[in-house]
């Protein structure tokens, strides 16, 4: 809220209010309340109903039944039995752990170059890499599967790994956004100092912009986690390298017809590192989100 | 003319002038080069893994290729072939534009909806926020696998409407529901989408809306020339973002259609989930005609390219910055 | 700068055709002494079995280690046709691939994915013609090319409830699809709220995969292809009275409520789970592969059942006691490392006796070889031998294989799907179509 607006809200408290308008804006208020309780309800209730047949035994869950009778809560032992859920959990931490770290590594200097220092060239470099954005991943799939089985190394999760330590669009626009917040007196400063533009990077603007950095590694860390068509294509073929996203897919054909509660419950083991990570770093995503979304 | 006496002077001049000149060219350079340093990352994997891809998926496109032999050269055959005699394509692109046309506008106009019920919200807020966007948490995996089950002919969602008596789809397996089913799993994610309206909700300027309203303007008036207005960039954002991800829409009817048997068809129940990248997946990793997957793909980027071109000159008309530039 | 621009382009290009190509060469049959000593070697062998069926084949492969005991195997399951192909794509084949679709032989044979077996036929010196029936090289080799071996083989036909029909006062099972037509009328129980309690028969195609278009065809002869792959869907006068009883079949019920009920049951899903329809009592007749057999059994089924061959047009009642055949195929997927030895665990897979008879008792699948064919274990099994009727009789087949796979039957299975829900409003025209569909995609290739 801006200054005017405070003032003007502060005016207003201090003014009696009639009974008339206070019912009215109870009965808005209570109406409100009541609509985003209701789309709580619908957002929520899915997650009830996966939990709720994660806890059956097959055979009601294929039955309309919607409340577990009994509890099996050794569906959960049982996905562990059943396959090597901590490997595929360490290859999904691997996969999501490495990339966040590429990333990091690569995007800083390139969203650097980008946004605080003139050279020739970049507004069109700028376009490229915006224009990759736009590429659909389908057009390059092809020769880079053809690559990455001249070099070996289907199977393994090199090929969705290396190339983030290479850049990522999206990762270097948001970057770049964020940089071009910081006051350029700072860096001034700084080069009057007699710093290098390493030196700058690294000890002016990477501290100021550690809000950016932790949303895009969360971002990163995200998305490498419920990846699941690079991982099928390039890992899918060799079990050992399989992520949690292909695994719980997979999973579903494990048995010739599909075992709906083992199927959640495995789906909700694959959830909740991610809904952990959310609750305990909710601002860094909002603020995040909002910095792609309204800056942009 | 210079003098004999300025000469020299004048010949300083020229001689710092240049000295000067030489050392801001080469600041000039040095500053070319740290920058193209600490671009050289972001230079060679554009290299690696855009232009050379690109320029060989073009090249593949004119050859029939399956990776186990030599792609033979086959020149326009298969342009040819997807526009046609592909017996799937045209299906393929309507039910993609079933999404661009139907499923994003939705999605936009819900994201809106649900913003604006939080920005009335003044106790409680954080807690509604986590709900909302919890579900875009979920991987897509499984959340379609979720969604499946809840849709499930004889599952919740059904029961819940059998008891209201009202009719009971077949939802994922009647064709004629499952894009509306998809839509429920789309609409499910929606928080992402929320989360960017609300801050542009929020961020809008509150004596608009008072002098909107001493101009005796109903709320629906205030909303159609306050509001959408001013939040007119964020609609052009989500709605670009959602064609250019609708396009590529894949993983939730890949899963959809094969977990109720694995040996169903991509797209299955008849083809009502077979969507562009649906049938270029058919085509190039079930049926191994690489090279038609690669046309394909090329079809898709120049439709992408050419929509959003349409998209960005359109928002000129109807987006409106407060800053005022782009 | 342009210039420069378009040499760089063009060497691109060159770059991309070069390291375009496959890699793999054709070496000569060299075989394998199966007598000699060899170092320890481990073989891989991927398939599509799962649960029970895979506990049966890994047991039965203990087998081959015995006969050789410098040989480990590693025997992986649920890989489908697609992931082995993605596999010998990616250059890390399995040592040897076995197949549950042989429709896709066709294409394995033409683009060399699975290697040609006849020169290692030879080696070995294995007589084909004296080892397996004629019938099994109609879906495992194309354009004289050998690029599968049956690993037994599957027959379908028709299990019929015994309780329940007795129950109606039926005493044989029906052997023209009129009678199953009037017969699946009586069987079937209803509700009190009209939705279906035992279903006589389910004529859905798309609920369980035995009962597709291709397996009913069977019923009337009717053709795929002719001589020269020129589909006959239109022409051959069969597919349409198939199409016709089918629909028929539907209708009697009525396709809504026959989805619910296939969604009640679990929908197709349930099909190798114990919650199966017709070993839970719910579905009187239905058309299946041998195999079933073996999963009522192990899934402790409590239904009183029988088998016969499956009914047959009343107009042709020269075809009862035929149905499709055909099955599991196993094959030396290309760019395999110890070609050799992966030759010699194909030929145990695929030619030892003991073995396919043992697994055939295990999974009850027909076997593939004229030996085994004799086990008496199978032919005194009265549920059994019906299957192993079917499989000897000249008429039965499987569909002609094409290089396009199984799409063709992929497209028939989405129009069948469209024609049971009564969206297609003239039959010739819907087939016509279909033809056009799979005629321009052979075009493809």
């Known amino acids: 809220m801006s200054a005017t607006t405070a003032a003007g809200a502060a005016a207003r408290a201090r003014r009696p209010v009639p009974p008339e308008i206070r019912r009215r804006r109870l009965l808005l208020s209570v109406a409100n309340h009541s609509v985003a309780i209701a789309l709580s309800i619908a957002f929520l209730l899915p997650f009830l109903f996966i939990l709720a047949t994660s806890l059956m035994t097959n055979q009601q869950a294929l039955s309309p039944n919607i409340w577990p009778h009994p509890f099996v809560w050794s569906n959960y032992k049982t996905v562990f039995e059943s396959f090597p859920f901590v490997r595929y959990t360490l290859n999904t931490v691997t996969y999501a752990g490495l990339a966040t770290v590429g990333v990091l590594l690569s995007c800083v200097p390139v969203a650097y170059a980008l946004s605080r220092l003139q050279w020739r060239g970049r507004q069109a470099a700028f376009i490229l890499v915006l224009s990759t954005l736009m590429l659909p991943p389908q057009v390059t799939i092809v020769p880079l599967y053809v690559i990455f089985v001249r070099l070996g190394w289907i199977g393994s999760l090199k090929p969705l790994i290396i190339p983030l330590f290479f850049g990522d669009a999206f990762t270097i626009f948001l970057l770049r956004q964020f940089f071009m917040t910081i006051p350029q007196e700072l860096s001034d400063a700084a080069r009057v100092d007699g710093a290098s533009e390493l030196q700058i990077l690294l000890r002016v603007i990477v501290p100021l912009a550690k809000p950016a950095l932790a949303a895009v590694a969360l971002f990163q860390f995200l998305y490498s986690w419920n990846d699941f068509f690079s991982p099928l294509l390039y890992a899918g073929n060799n079990p050992d390298s399989w992520t949690l996203a292909v695994a719980l897919q997979q999973f579903t054909t494990l048995s010739r017809g599909v075992l709906w509660n083992l199927q959640m419950a495995a789906s909700l083991l694959f959830m909740l590192p991610v809904i952990v990570i959310f609750f305990f770093a909710q601002k860094v995503f909002v603020e995040g989100v909002t910095l792609t979304g309204v800056k942009g | 003319m210079a003098t004999t006496a300025e000469r020299p002077a004048a010949a300083l001049e020229q001689a710092s002038t240049a000295a000067r000149r030489r050392r801001r060219r080469r600041a000039a350079r040095h500053r070319q080069l740290v920058a193209l340093a600490f671009m050289s990352p972001w230079i060679i994997g554009f290299c690696a893994f855009y232009v050379y891809p690109m320029i060989s998926s073009l090249y593949f496109s004119f050859t029939k290729y399956d990776i186990l032999s030599q792609p033979k050269w086959v020149g326009l055959a298969n342009y040819r072939f997807m526009f046609t005699s592909d017996p799937l394509f045209w299906v393929a692109i309507r039910n993609t534009l079933w999404i661009i046309a139907i499923m994003v506008p939705l999605q936009v106009l819900f994201g809106i909806v649900t913003a604006t019920v939080l920005t009335r919200i003044k106790r409680g807020l954080p807690f509604y926020r986590t709900v909302f966007f919890l579900p875009t948490m979920v991987p897509l995996v499984a959340a379609a696998l979720g969604f499946i089950y809840i849709l499930n002919p004889a599952g919740p969602v059904n029961r819940v409407l059998g008891v209201l008596h009202l009719p009971e789809p077949l939802w994922f397996v009647d064709p004629r529901w499952t ?120 079809v898709m980027f120049v439709v992408i390219m050419a929509c959003t071109v349409v998209l960005i000159r359109s928002s000129r008309r109807w987006v409106h910055y407060q800053g005022g530039f782009r | 700068m342009r210039r420069r621009l378009i040499g760089l382009l063009a060497l691109a290009l060159l770059a991309a055709a070069c390291t375009a190509g496959g890699g793999g060469s054709d070496k000569p049959a060299a075989t394998v002494d199966p007598n000699a000593n060899h170092a320890p070697l481990t073989l891989t062998v991927w398939s599509d079995f799962s649960a029970r069926e895979l506990g049966v084949v890994t047991a039965g492969l203990k087998m081959a280690t015995q006969k050789y005991p410098w040989m480990t195997i590693k025997h992986v399951g649920s890989k489908n046709d697609q992931d082995i192909q993605r596999a010998v794509n990616g250059g890390t084949p399995p040592d040897v691939a076995i197949s549950f679709t042989p429709d896709n032989a066709a294409r394995y044979c033409d683009t060399g994915a699975w290697q040609d077996l006849n020169p290692y036929l030879q080696s070995s010196k294995v007589d084909k013609a004296k080892v397996w029936p004629e019938g099994v090289f109609s879906y495992t080799s194309f354009e004289g090319k050998q690029c599968a071996l049956p690993m037994l083989t599957d027959a379908y036909g028709l299990y019929y409830n015994t309780d329940l029909l007795k129950k109606h006062g039926i005493s044989a099972p029906p052997k023209t699809t009129a009678e199953l037509a009037d017969m699946a009328k009586k069987l079937t129980e209803y509700n009190p709220d009209g939705s279906i309690k035992v279903a006589g028969f389910m004529p859905l195609v798309g609920f369980y995969g035995s009962t597709t278009a291709n397996t009913l065809s069977h019923a009337y002869g009717a053709k795929w292809y002719d001589e020269n792959l020129k589909p006959t869907l239109t022409s051959d006068p069969n597919w349409t009275k198939m199409f016709t009883w089918q629909k028929a079949m539907v209708d009697a019920v009525g396709y809504d409520k026959l989805q619910r009920f296939a969604a009640k049951l679990g929908g197709a899903n349930s099909e190798f789970s114990a919650q199966n329809g017709f070993e839970t009592g719910k579905i009187a007749m239905m058309m299946d592969g041998e195999w079933r057999n073996a999963f009522i059994e192990g899934d402790k089924s409590k239904v009183n059942y029988a088998t016969a061959p499956f009914p047959v047009d009343p107009d042709q009642p020269g075809l009862y006691g035929s149905g499709q055949i055909g099955g599991t195929i196993g094959g030396v997927p290309k760019g395999v490392k110890h070609p050799a030895e992966s030759w010699l665990l194909l030929q145990f897979m695929t030619t030892d006796n003991t073995y396919l008879t043992t697994i055939a008792h295990g999974l009850k699948n027909v076997p593939s070889t004229f030996e085994s064919l004799k086990d008496q274990q199978l032919q005194n099994d009265p549920r059994f031998k019906p299957f192993l009727d079917v499989f000897a009789n000249q008429q039965s087949t499987f569909k002609p294989i094409t290089p396009i796979g199984q799409t063709d039957t992929d497209l028939m299975n989405t129009f069948t799907q469209k024609w049971q829900a009564g969206k297609v409003p003239d039959l010739q025209a819907g087939l016509k179509q279909v033809e056009d569909q799979i005629a321009k995609q052979l075009q493809l290739g």
Request: aromatic share 16%.
């Open chain 2, 179 to 298: 894009k509306p089913g998809l839509t429920l799993i789309g609409l499910w994610g929606i928080g992402q989408v929320m989360i960017i309206f609300l801050a542009s909700l929020l961020d809008v300027p509150r004596q608009l809306y008072e002098a909107a309203e001493l101009e005796g303007a109903r709320p629906w008036q205030q909303f159609r020339y306050v509001t959408l207005p001013m939040i007119s960039p964020v609609i052009f954002f989500s709605v670009l973002i959602g064609m250019i991800q609708g396009f590529q829409y894949f993983t939730q009817a890949f899963v959809v259609s094969k977990a109720g048997d694995r040996t169903n068809e991509v797209g299955y129940p008849q083809d009502s989930l077979l969507f562009y990248t649906s049938r270029l997946y058919q085509q190039g990793f079930e049926g191994f005609h690489m090279g038609y997957a690669a046309a394909m793909s090329w």
